[in-house]
């Protein structure tokens, strides 16, 4: 009878020893005892398969249950603020005053760009604002005098004028009693001469008259002799007339001096008008002063701001820390041109250290603000602790140089990092917490604590709100 062919030997189990024959050799073995033996490894076999089995899925349940209450990624990195400390003001650099490593203070001085330039522009700028300065003092107290004569000279000027106009008034009055005396003088005087004349004229008749009666002799001579008198009596009375006539004639010269006395009073007046309208003009001089007063101050403004602007400018040349922390890199040394905004150190804030994990989107399920994680660095070997402080709002690919274009249709649909920021707790193995290292991080999956969450993030805010312009910085040491 055929029997089955034989299992490969190497799956085979150790076979049992043979009997040592006494008297003589046994016979061949029969088929029942073969097929017994084979049943027999056959059960050990499936009792080893089930013990290993057994083992692999109680062996496997911790872990299931670990990665089911975990979260997982070795895409995390200690990160920090790096602030890179450049030149707010083109120059040569003097001199860095401080290598890799060092540890800085608030307010020190780490490097310095060539400062005379500046300082020649800062005495410029002085000079300026100096000479903008005299000049507004001298055109204010200018503005003050015109301010204070104007209205006395616009006084004056009125007076004057009032006085002047008095002054015609009366020259007119005066011209007007002048001119009726001497018309009156003057018609008396004709009115006188008429009449003396008219006597004249009648005496003279009547002596040729009775000088013709007498030689006739019909009249006595005394009649002839009394009207020669009468008529070399009205001669006297024209010749008396004659000259009240000249003399009352004489006095239209007073009227004319005194149509000269009002030409000049007249003539005064319009010289005080003029110059009240001088005066009063001279609100325009005092308007043109302050306008120039207000110009003057702009550029005083405008000096000082220069001024303080090329001031700016020499404190810039010194570079100073920010706040305490730690340098790691310097990018110039002493003699190279520093051009504006180049990076010439770099620090950080060693007590503003956490870590940056990306972790999956089908991973974040169970991971919230305030889960505690547990962090394993390659720099070394033991583990360190971190609570996770806030999870990021948009995944790293919004951010890439790169983006997703999936308008053609082509895709590939690959998880995405969400950035979740932790702190780590600080112990003894803080100081060696460095920006950059790897990280690899287990989250602890739970409701978390969102309270203390946001209590930390307010602080990291704060931290990280400090300014760096070294005006800012008042005493070193310490911190805006």
Known sequence: MSTSS?????????????????????????????????????????????????????????????????????????????????????????????EERDTVKAGQLLAEIDPEPHRRAVDLAAAKRAKAEGELTLERSTWERLVKEHPRRVAAAKADLEYAEAGVAQAKTELEVVRVDVDKAVREAEAAVASAKAVQVKAAEDATRYEKLFKQESVPKVKWEDAVKALASADADVQTADARLDRASSNRRKAAIAEQTVAVAVSRRNKAGEE??????????????????????????????????????????????????????????PGDHAPLGSPILSLYDADLVFVTAYLEEDRLAGVSPGNAVALKLDAFSQTLGGRVVWIGQATGANFALVPRDVSSGEFTKVPQRVPVRILPDRDERWGELRPGLSVSVVFDHGPGDPEWARVQAEQLRARGERGVSPLAVTSPGGGP
């Open 6 to 98: 034989p299992l490969p030997t190497t799956a085979d189990p150790p076979s049992p020893p043979l009997p040592v024959a006494t008297a003589r050799p046994s016979a061949a073995p029969s088929a029942p005892t073969q097929t017994r033996r084979w049943r027999s490894r056959l059960i050990w076999i499936g009792a080893v398969v089930v013990v290993i089995g057994l083992a692999v899925v109680f062996g496997a349940i911790p872990y299931v249950r670990y990665r089911l209450t975990h979260s997982l990624t070795d895409d995390a990195f200690v990160e920090s603020h790096l602030t890179h400390l450049g030149a707010q003001t083109p120059g040569l650099l003097t001199r860095v005053l401080v």
């Open 276 to 333: 009240l309208r001088l005066a009063e003009l001279g609100l325009l001089a005092v308007e043109e002063a302050e306008l120039k007063v207000k110009v003057l101050e702009l550029e005083v403004s405008q000096a000082r701001r220069n001024e303080s602007w090329v001031r700016i400018q020499l404190e810039y040349c010194r570079i100073v820390a920010p706040f305490d922390g730690v340098v790691v890199k310097r990018y110039r040394n």
